[in-house]
């Protein structure tokens, strides 16, 4: 009986893959073998340390997905920020640190930290997407996520149509952080989007001034 009202529920209100949007089939759980094959990857061996340069020290920096407007991974990313899917957060950062570990990307990192949120934002939407994201890569990684170290102590402008140069300003000095845990550490810092890179670099300067032996940056995507 029990089987037969899941299987009606399922066919009424089908689990559906947030990159298409088609129902899941048997054996499909985070996304459809289409949208899996169909994903716009970086290869293994990329870094994006290109984008940070000359502007704050890294060891490495890497996005996991291209970023397209009306793209899949900007409904992956609407999907874990706007409808609360955190298991898929946790399953695309498991599957980022697999797919760089080809190249032992990040072999050294002690402790991975998301970029936080003020905590109104926090309140208001009840989670840090990009907390999941760096919970996949730290399990996958085998070591810690500091979700406690850094906060976000000034409440920040939306970045969108902002100018690289208003982006800087607008997070400037907004991060802090509160102990010496970081003292030492080889830190991966992770967001769900580079777009300027105005915020990581906010923070990542934040982090490195606290004493962090090296720095490293992991992004889900990064915009095209």
């Given at each position: 009986m029990?089987?037969?009202?899941?299987d009606?529920?399922?066919?009424?209100?089908?689990?559906?893959?947030?990159?298409?949007?088609?129902?899941?089939?048997?054996?499909?759980?985070?996304?459809?073998?289409?949208?899996?094959?169909?994903?716009?990857?970086?290869?293994?061996?990329?870094?994006?340390?290109?984008?940070?340069?000359?502007?704050?020290k890294?060891?490495?920096?890497?996005?996991?997905?291209?970023?397209?407007?009306?793209?899949?991974?900007?409904?992956?990313?609407?999907?874990?920020?706007?409808?609360?899917?955190?298991e898929?957060?946790?399953?695309?950062?498991?599957?980022?640190?697999?797919?760089?570990?080809?190249?032992?990307?990040?072999?050294?990192?002690?402790?991975?930290?998301?970029?936080?949120?003020?905590?109104?934002?926090?309140l208001s939407?009840?989670?840090?997407?990009?907390?999941?994201?760096?919970?996949?890569?730290?399990?996958?990684?085998?070591?810690?996520?500091?979700?406690?170290?850094?906060?976000?102590?000034?409440?920040?402008?939306?970045?969108?149509?902002?100018?690289?140069?208003?982006?800087?300003?607008?997070?400037?000095?907004?991060?802090?952080?509160?102990?010496?845990?970081?003292?030492?550490?080889?830190?991966?810092?992770?967001?769900?989007?580079?777009?300027?890179?105005?915020?990581?670099?906010?923070?990542?300067?934040?982090?490195i001034?606290?004493g962090?032996?090296s720095?490293?940056?992991?992004?889900?995507?990064?915009?095209?």
């Amino acid at each position: 009986m029990k089987s037969f009202v899941t299987d009606l529920v399922d066919l009424v209100f089908p689990n559906c893959c947030p990159g298409c949007g088609a129902p899941f089939i048997t054996g499909e759980e985070y996304l459809c073998s289409n949208c899996e094959l169909d994903l716009p990857v970086f290869p293994a061996s990329e870094q994006i340390l290109d984008r940070f340069a000359g502007r704050i020290k890294l060891v490495d920096a890497r996005s996991y997905l291209k970023f397209y407007n009306e793209g899949i991974a900007q409904k992956l990313l609407h999907a874990i920020k706007y409808k609360g899917d955190k298991e898929l957060g946790e399953h695309l950062g498991r599957e980022f640190i697999l797919h760089v570990s080809k190249e032992e990307a990040f072999a050294n990192i002690d402790i991975v930290i998301a970029i936080p949120l003020h905590k109104s934002k926090l309140l208001s939407r009840g989670y840090n997407q990009s907390y999941y994201l760096a919970k996949g890569m730290a399990n996958a990684l085998g070591v810690i996520i500091d979700n406690e170290s850094v906060i976000r102590y000034k409440k920040s402008e939306t970045q969108t149509r902002k100018s690289r140069a208003e982006r800087w300003q607008n997070v400037s000095g907004i991060f802090q952080v509160t102990n010496e845990s970081l003292k030492g550490k080889n830190v991966l810092l992770v967001d769900d989007v580079i777009t300027t890179g105005a915020t990581l670099e906010a923070c990542g300067e934040a982090i490195i001034d606290a004493g962090a032996e090296s720095l490293s940056i992991a992004a889900l995507a990064a915009a095209m």
